[in-house]
């Protein structure tokens, strides 16, 4: 009886998925039809005492029941610079199963880069990506494991060549609309001359679901190892309806 009752519920398709504010993702995705915008600003502390600011934004469009279409891109300041836009990534989720055992929901997202930024705004890279999700559901919690690979074009002067991605995350309810949201990720050591040695860090902040439609966000970023910058990040995800 409960799983043909669980088989009769709807989800609510405005209902938002957000996938932000940490730097992996979940395998689900939204509702075919359905329009979703993701977009935050976030403040950079880097290790040598510059500052960076970014504006990341990414819309998805449901093209089916499992899978997802994605643009991403942002307006970059970097250290030193004027305030610009940045690349242009465009993502293909599709959600391979829902209840494996061990793995639960999969999915596999590839990724085109285009270097609609130029310098010092955006890599002048052409970037293929590919990205896998596990998440399980932990009662009310979440929790989802990445791990991506992304290859690029040029001579590594101004990216690697190569790098490589590993991301755990979780989240879930506190109180009413009140939830949280944590994650340690890391960044392999890449190589190169634009290559950097091994980086790692933990966020963290409280989430606020306003409506079933709109969540927001807040937290910071707190480097564990490497060059990864600290930061201060703000957002919100809005589910726009249907097309």
């Avoid at 519920?9 to 329009?35: F, L, Q, S």
Wanted: some cysteine.
């Amino acid at each position: 009886m409960p799983a043909a009752l669980r088989a009769q519920t709807v989800p609510n398709p405005r209902a938002t998925r957000p996938e932000r504010p940490t730097v992996a993702t979940h395998a689900w995705t939204i509702a075919p039809a359905y329009v979703e915008l993701e977009a935050g600003v976030e403040w950079d502390h880097n290790a040598d005492g510059s500052h960076a600011f970014t504006t990341p934004t990414l819309l998805k469009i449901g093209a089916a029941a499992r899978t997802q279409i994605g643009i991403l891109t942002s307006l970059n300041r970097p250290p030193g610079a004027s305030l610009g836009l940045g690349d242009l990534t465009i993502l293909l989720k599709q959600r391979l199963a829902d209840h494996l055992p061990i793995f639960g929901a999969v999915a596999v997202i590839p990724g085109l880069k285009l270097p609609t930024g130029g310098t010092p705004r955006g890599t002048t890279t052409t970037d293929g990506s590919v990205l896998v999700v596990s998440s399980n559901q932990l009662g009310s919690v979440s929790l989802d494991v990445n791990v991506g690979y992304t290859y690029r074009s040029g001579n590594g002067t101004h990216a690697p060549r190569s790098a490589t991605l590993w991301t755990i995350s979780t989240g879930g309810p506190l109180a009413g609309p009140l939830g949280f949201a944590a994650e340690l990720f890391g960044l392999p050591a890449t190589r190169g001359p634009a290559g950097a040695r091994s980086a790692a860090a933990v966020l963290a902040g409280p989430t606020l679901a306003l409506r079933p439609w709109l969540t927001l966000d807040l937290g910071v970023i707190a480097h564990v190892q490497g060059p990864q910058a600290d930061a201060l990040y703000c957002g919100l995800v809005y589910n726009l309806g249907r097309l």
